[in-house]
């Protein structure tokens, strides 16, 4: 088996972290750290698909969720020798999958191996290729010398053109440049402590934020001519909002939002609520992410109508949990007004997953609310209080239980802030369903949202859709997916300037996407410590990959060494950079090293 141990091509390491801000700085705007981050099981899932057409079954290592997105933990992660084995199954997979036989071999190559004269010039121009959209970069003629020479010793070691060709796309695959999306960022001249993404890093983000997965042609050939502005980047996100991907992208951004991977794992009383089947809770998750996706990518909603809308995407199974009926398999219903579920949060999905097995939680609807959609903090109880609620006497509904905890002076400050809000979904039981009792006495669902009086799910959604911190914290939340880092104090101007400008586009969550995709914040990082040179200065910086720009990029004292794929009359070669520009001569042969 042939892999690449360790980092390196890449040259990694863990980024040091940066400082804690001193008092002085505490409130001074300040840009989060460059950063690596491992790709999360989905962006590799989606990345080898579009890469190669291909769906992969093997394991892969876990994820790490962070402030709740895995975009965020995967910045915090390395390869462990256990993931190292996994990613290594994984690559050999994918390319006896790919790569079958000889003829699968020479189809993608584009060239027949067998007997070919110089079949290290065959296989050059699709390594590079394949790395080049793998990798998200350029690649230089150290990088086509390595894995040419893989193809090189595997042929001569086995004489199996098959397997050398099979162990140049593991190679690919198993590279830290394809298993980490690298945000080191070029040296601002002006500003040392300051890095602006290269063109091919935001289009990495890009890509990553919007498709879950690699940059397609179009956006990677932007950022091959150094093209990426502003204006660049806003017109490409309209444009992968449109695509395929960009639906389980969005998907899994409100999955993580909503905790909707928990679903799978919830139980409930199986005597109080024999129904509650995998079937109906695959059911629930599916129908909150149909919501949000459809809404923000297909009807451009604004932030209101998630929180107010009364339709539902509902198999058969759910409807007769609504209480209404549903086409097969799955179709929009309009849900009964009576019910006023008013929105995503009145959902059984997210009802259910905030709640206990036998019964409503209203401290914990409450605190989704106030931590997820508004941005809240609620601390934890004080050690030695008791959380549980006594048990419930005849006539006494979970409203009346609650009052010990609301009256209690250790435990009010924090209820006060989740109760009132909980409170309002009581007419709702463990698993979703419409209640109109509790213990034995009609539900009383009135509650507080900050000084505004709600008496129902629906009101809540209302009150929640004008509520000012919504808006900011949802745009805290998408800043913080898309850098894959935690803001901390550093972005507070930024969130502040996007979230104006959500208010500014009516408050429609795609123009939000657009604006943050063009966003500086978007665009910068901070310097890692002991990287703060300026452009072509490799002492101290970090070095980049090499590109055709007359600079030694990737500090290793010689200046452009970038080739690229090109098409000759004798079909795909290889083309040189040579004095900060192309060459303009399409070649077939392989390095020297390879040959």
């Not at 150290?142 to 060709?165: H, I, K, N, S």
């Not at 104006?500 to 410590?529: C, I, K, N, Q, Y």
Request: hydrophobic residues 40%.
């Amino acid at each position: 088996m042939i892999w690449i141990a360790g980092m390196g091509w890449l040259g990694c390491g863990s980024p040091p972290s940066k400082p804690p801000l001193s008092e002085d700085e505490y409130f001074e705007p300040q840009l989060v750290v460059a950063s690596l981050h491992r790709m999360s099981q989905a962006e590799y899932r989606t990345s080898v698909r579009q890469l190669l057409g291909v769906e992969i079954t093997t394991d892969l290592p876990v994820d790490l969720r962070l402030h709740g997105f895995a975009s965020v933990g995967g910045s915090q992660l390395t390869i462990a020798a256990a993931d190292l084995d996994r990613y290594e199954v994984s690559a050999w997979q994918i390319a006896t999958d790919v790569l079958p036989d000889a003829e699968a071999r020479d189809a993608a190559v584009g060239c027949a191996l067998e007997g070919a004269s110089d079949p290290e010039a065959c296989i050059a121009p699709w390594a590079v290729g394949l790395a080049h959209r793998a990798w998200r970069r350029p690649i230089d003629e150290q990088d086509l010398d390595r894995l040419v020479g893989v193809f090189t010793r595997v042929q001569e070691a086995v004489g199996d053109p098959t397997l050398a060709t099979q162990s140049v796309l593991a190679t690919v695959l198993q590279s830290p440049w394809f298993l980490f999306r690298v945000v080191v960022g070029s040296p601002d001249a002006q500003d040392p402590e300051l890095r602006h993404l290269t063109d091919h890093e935001v289009a990495a983000r890009l890509a990553a934020l919007l498709t879950g997965g690699l940059p397609d042609a179009a956006l990677l050939a932007d950022a091959d001519a150094g093209v990426l502005d502003s204006g660049a980047l806003e017109a490409h996100a309209r444009r992968l909002l449109d695509a395929p991907d960009a639906e389980p992208a969005m998907a899994r951004f409100v999955e993580e939002l909503m905790n909707l991977d928990r679903i799978d794992e919830l139980t409930k009383n199986a005597e109080q609520f024999p129904d509650f089947t995998p079937t109906l809770r695959a059911a629930m998750a599916e129908e909150i992410r149909t919501l949000f996706v459809d809404g923000v990518l297909h009807q451009d909603a604004d932030l209101a109508s998630l929180f107010t809308t009364d339709e539902a995407w509902l198999t058969p199974e759910l409807a007769r949990h609504y209480g209404v009926t549903s086409a097969s398999p799955a179709s929009w219903v309009t849900l009964p007004a009576d019910q006023e579920r008013g929105g995503l949060l009145g959902r059984a999905g997210f009802l259910a997953l905030h709640a206990h097995q036998s019964s409503t939680s209203p401290t914990h609807r409450g605190l989704f609310v106030r931590t997820r959609l508004l941005c809240g903090n609620v601390p934890p109880p004080p050690p030695g209080v008791v959380t549980e609620l006594p048990e419930p006497e005849p006539g006494a509904s979970l409203r009346e239980r609650l009052e010990v905890h609301r009256t209690d002076p250790q435990c009010s400050g924090c209820h006060e802030l989740m109760d009132p809000i909980g409170l309002t979904f009581e007419h709702f039981d463990a698993t979703g369903a419409w209640r109109s009792h509790d213990n034995g006495v009609p539900v009383d669902a009135r509650g507080d949202l900050d000084g505004v009086e709600v008496e129902s799910v629906a009101d809540l959604g209302r009150a929640l859709a004008e509520h000012p911190d919504v808006a900011t914290c949802l745009t805290r939340q998408w800043l913080r997916h898309a850098i894959g880092q935690h803001e901390g104090t550093e972005l507070e101007p930024a969130i502040a300037e996007l979230s104006g400008e959500l208010a500014d586009a009516g408050h429609r969550l795609r123009e939000l996407l657009v604006s943050l995709a063009s966003h500086p914040a978007f665009r910068t990082v901070a310097a890692p410590v002991g990287a703060a040179g300026a452009e072509g200065d490799c002492s101290p910086r970090t070095a980049l990959p090499e590109q055709c720009t007359g600079f030694d990029d990737d500090c290793d004292g010689v200046i452009d060494e970038a080739v690229r794929v090109c098409e000759g009359p004798e079909g795909p070669g290889i083309e040189r950079c040579g004095d900060a520009g192309w060459s303009g001569v399409c070649v077939h042969a392989a390095s020297e090293e390879g040959q």
